[in-house]
């Protein structure tokens, strides 16, 4: 293994993978749940890192793609690839457009 690409960091929340949310999807090379902060479907890579190969980047998408168009409809939302709080682990979130946050309550 690659620096930075390990199978899981330590003290990362996100490795973790705690079922804290509603879970919707997952696979041998990521998960997507609804975030914790934001509520919305976030997509994370298995691997911890922050660079996935393209290869992965494009399969997250597309895991992403599926949740996202079932819960906000097609063309309805946008990728959000900006890892605030835990920048040292791939993830992206599903934003419904119009909206940075739908987080229970708000």
Known sequence: MTAGHGLAGAGCDLCEAARLTPWHAEDDRCWVADCEVCGVPMVVWKRHGAQPPDGEVAHMVAVLDQVADARFGPGRWSLDRVMRQIPGHFHAHAR???????????
């Open 96 to 106: 419904p457009h119009g909206h940075w946050s739908v987080a229970p309550g708000l």
